[in-house]
């Protein structure tokens, strides 16, 4: 069974900080997927990693693929309060599906 | 904006009563998926579409059954509504490219009492 493990799974820190998200697995995926969800609203698709070794910037967020292929990490420099939500992990699956992490519930104070 | 609808956004009923949820698609979009997202469970596959009347279970089906008779319409079904029941839903689609990237939608909020 693959399985996707999110550290931390709670983050609170104050505007202007640094921070970083990890997605682990024993498992080689095809690809990663980052999603943020606010309150109320459905996860909306951030980036998607396909290569090992593979990285991608969006704005102050920079997400890496594992050489493995079997972990991704998400980096947010100078956090802003618009940066607070439950960020999730996707990996790719072979059937259809995405093997989902638990989630990173991040909280930036002004 | 994925152009995903769901129906109700909120709902409330007693325990023992069916309940049928709508996911609507303008996309014309093959694969559809109905998530639940309970705290400390993060998000959980109850059934999917891979084409019209072509569904699969996921990890937590027991209790839901699921139709698509139209591309653009994925309904979920709880036969009988057990207050476990009570959560998030929400549904997805995807084109089926890049690893099955996937566009949700707004969600309903069900409480069984």
């Known amino acids: 069974t693959q399985l996707l493990e999110q550290s931390p799974q709670f983050l609170s820190i104050q505007e202007g900080e640094n921070l970083t998200v990890y997605c682990n697995s024993s498992?080689?995926?095809?690809?990663l997927q980052w999603y943020r969800q606010e309150p109320g609203e459905g996860p909306v698709l951030l980036v998607t990693v396909v290569t090992g070794g593979e990285v991608k910037k969006l704005k102050r967020l920079t997400f890496q693929f594992g050489d493995a292929r079997k972990d991704s990490s998400l980096h947010i420099t100078a956090a802003q309060p618009g940066d607070t939500g439950l960020y999730l992990c996707?990996?790719?699956?072979?059937?259809?599906?995405?093997?989902w992490g638990a989630g990173t519930k991040l909280i930036i104070k002004p | 904006d994925a152009g995903i609808t769901q129906s109700p956004r909120h709902k409330v009923t007693e325990t023992g009563t069916p309940v049928t949820l709508r996911c609507h698609q303008t996309e014309n979009h093959r694969y559809m998926y109905w998530y639940r997202q309970d705290p400390g469970h993060g998000l959980r596959l109850i059934h999917y579409s891979y084409g019209v009347k072509d569904t699969d279970k996921g990890e937590v089906s027991d209790g839901y059954s699921v139709s698509r008779s139209k591309t653009e319409d994925f309904l979920l079904t709880l036969e009988s509504a057990t207050s476990s029941q009570t959560s998030v839903y929400f549904c997805?689609?995807?084109?089926?490219?890049?690893?099955?990237?996937?566009?949700f939608g707004p969600g309903t909020r069900l409480t069984v009492t």
């Open positions: 997805a689609i995807s084109t089926g490219q890049v690893d099955y990237e996937q566009y």
């Open positions: 498992s080689v995926f095809s690809s």
């Open positions: 996707a990996g790719g699956d072979s059937n259809y599906q995405l093997i």
